[in-house]
């Protein structure tokens, strides 16, 4: 969805490092949701914000909601190839009664 | 607690038929999403149901319809399939429904490939 840019749109990382996703929208978000997909699968959720400035960690993955609730970050911490797939964010936008998407991150990490 | 489970998991179809998916929420899910998934349009949303009643429709031609039950099942169905519905169809469960009620958990999804 053009409402919501998520970048980059791939991410090739040697095991090991770190990395950053973004999610950024030009409207306030309401909630933002973090999930992630391995290739023709559903989505698994992971964490969802929802205050501005709230910062939540699962394992090694670290999401974080700006100040101004309009940009989100997915900061993973010595990845693996376990955390290789697509990130995608979705968020509850105004005026919109339905969860929308952005386009993915496509996520390999090399062994 | 079982997730939501979607049948078929496959499924080849023809130009021009009609097809029907299933999809069981996690059990006291009571709102049931539905969204299409192409590698050209990304995720996007078909329909809502909650309580046997469809609470909102995303942008998609009439051909494309769904039900609740009142054990929360959901099925969709497409009519006159045509190439461009070729596509993973994922379902979605939650406990309410709404704005800030989106923690959703999806389903395996169902690939559809339309001939």
């Known amino acids: 969805s053009q409402e919501l840019e998520q970048s980059p749109q791939s991410l090739i990382v040697q095991e090991g490092k770190n990395l950053t996703i973004n999610c950024t929208s030009s409207?306030?978000?309401?909630?933002l949701y973090w999930y992630k997909q391995k290739y023709g699968e559903g989505l698994i959720f992971l964490m969802m914000?929802?205050?501005?400035?709230e910062e939540k960690s699962h394992e090694k993955i670290t999401a974080k909601l700006d100040e101004k609730k309009q940009q989100s970050s997915l900061h993973i911490t010595a990845s693996q190839p376990s955390h290789a797939g697509i990130y995608l964010c979705?968020?509850?936008?105004?005026?919109?009664?339905?969860?929308?998407f952005g386009s993915g991150t496509q996520l390999t990490v090399l062994p | 607690k079982a997730g939501v489970t979607q049948t078929p998991r496959y499924l080849i179809k023809t130009r021009g038929q009609q097809v029907t998916l299933s999809c069981s929420p996690i059990?006291?899910?009571?709102?049931v999403s539905w969204y299409q998934q192409t590698p050209g349009q990304g995720l996007q949303f078909l329909f809502e149901?909650?309580?046997?009643?469809?609470?909102n429709k995303g942008n998609f031609p009439g051909r494309f319809s769904g039900r609740q039950f009142s054990n929360s099942r959901s099925e969709m169905n497409v009519s006159t399939l045509e190439l461009g519905d070729s596509a993973l169809y994922l379902c979605?469960?939650?406990?309410?429904?709404?704005?800030?009620?989106?923690?959703?958990?999806f389903g395996p999804g169902t690939r559809l490939t339309v001939t």
């Open positions: 979605a469960s939650s406990l309410a429904a709404g704005s800030g009620s989106y923690e959703q958990y």
């Open positions: 409207k306030t978000l309401y909630g």
């Open positions: 914000l929802q205050k501005g400035g």
């Open positions: 979705g968020a509850d936008l105004p005026s919109a009664r339905q969860l929308t």
């Open positions: 059990s006291g899910h009571r709102s």
């Open positions: 149901y909650f309580s046997e009643t469809q609470r």
